[in-house]
């Protein structure tokens, strides 16, 4: 069973960065065919899709997003990272990390972590 947690802090300051890490277990984040997703959302509002990594390192941005977000990983302890630059009171919404293969995703196993609530504000 793959399971993800998310963490970072959860107040951060407009003009930093939101950093959130997600710790994978029951999976390995190189595994075949294994995306690795970040997906947010705001109070009220629905759910955005940031971007992922691939099983073999590949990342894909949001057009929204890609002056300011990356995603990387550090194999060694099975996580990805979400950097998100020059933040914003926009940016304030319920981070989730999310894991899936294309059969996953085909079947409706898509693997979610509870979320880190992220608040940008002075």
Known sequence: QVQLQESGPGLVKPSQTISLTCTVSGASITTNSYIWTWIRQPSGKGPEWIGYI?????????????????????????????????????????????GETRNDQRNGFTSWGQ???????S
């Open 54 to 98: 691939t099983y073999y390192g590949n990342t894909t941005v949001s057009p929204s997003l890609r002056s300011r977000a990356s995603i990387s990983r550090d194999t060694s302890k099975n996580q990805f990272t979400l950097y998100l630059t020059s933040a914003t009171p926009e940016d304030t919404a319920k981070y989730y990390c999310v």
């Open 115 to 121: 979320g880190s609530q992220v608040i940008v504000s």
